[in-house]
Structure formats: C-alpha cells, structure tokens
C-alpha cells in the first residue's frame, strides 16, 4: 500500500522558515510528479509546488521566491523549503505524488504562522 507522511510542520513567527519533508513507502516504482498542496480554513485545497522526476518545478505565484521544492527519488521523497513565512500561508500542507493516472496523498502537517 503506498504511504506518504508528512514531518515539519508547526507553528513559526512570520519571517521565519520551516521545512516539510514527505516520505513515501509501500510501491517499487517513481512518481512521474510529487508535490505539495495546501488548504486553508474555509477555502479549497490549492497548489504551492510541483517537481517532475526530472527535476522541473512549478510555484503557485503566491510562493515563489520564497519557496523551494526538491526531491530525492533515491529516498522517495519530496521536501519544501518555506522562507519568509506570513500568516496567509497558515494552513495544513499535503504531500503528492502522481504515478500514471493515480493520485495519492498524506494525511497533512499544519503549518500556522504567527504575527
């Protein structure tokens, strides 16, 4: 069964930075894209970042600049580097990961930015 866990989230001061990172486990084969994802209160889940398994990356406008996405597909796994946090990027934050038509998911990491 494919599995994928979120680690680092909490609650930071904004300015600050935080780092997720996202194991995956259960399958033998390579997400063509992983990503990250993340829902506010009351609004829809939206994108932050993608990563392709060639290393091509796309950022949710409201990111870039501030963060950076990366993976290690040696390890399974996709991190995100979040500087210069505000309070509008509180929300829990979700691993993804896309291998031919399926789409799979972590529980979620909460990620709340004080003033």
């Known amino acids: 069964q494919v599995r994928l866990m979120e680690s680092g989230g909490g609650l930071v001061q904004a300015g600050g930075s935080l780092r997720l990172s996202c194991a995956a486990s259960g399958y033998s084969f390579t997400f063509s894209t992983m990503g990250w994802y993340r829902q506010a209160p009351g609004k829809q889940r939206e994108l932050v970042a993608t990563i392709t398994n060639g290393g091509s990356t796309n950022y949710a406008d409201s990111v870039k600049g501030r963060f950076t996405i990366s993976r290690d597909n040696d390890k399974n796994a996709v991190y995100l580097q979040m500087n210069s946090l505000k309070r509008e990027d509180t929300a829990v934050y979700y691993c993804?990961?896309?291998?031919?038509?399926?789409?799979?998911w972590g529980q979620g990491t909460q990620v709340t930015v004080s003033s």
């Open positions: 993804n990961g896309v291998w031919v038509w399926y789409n799979y």
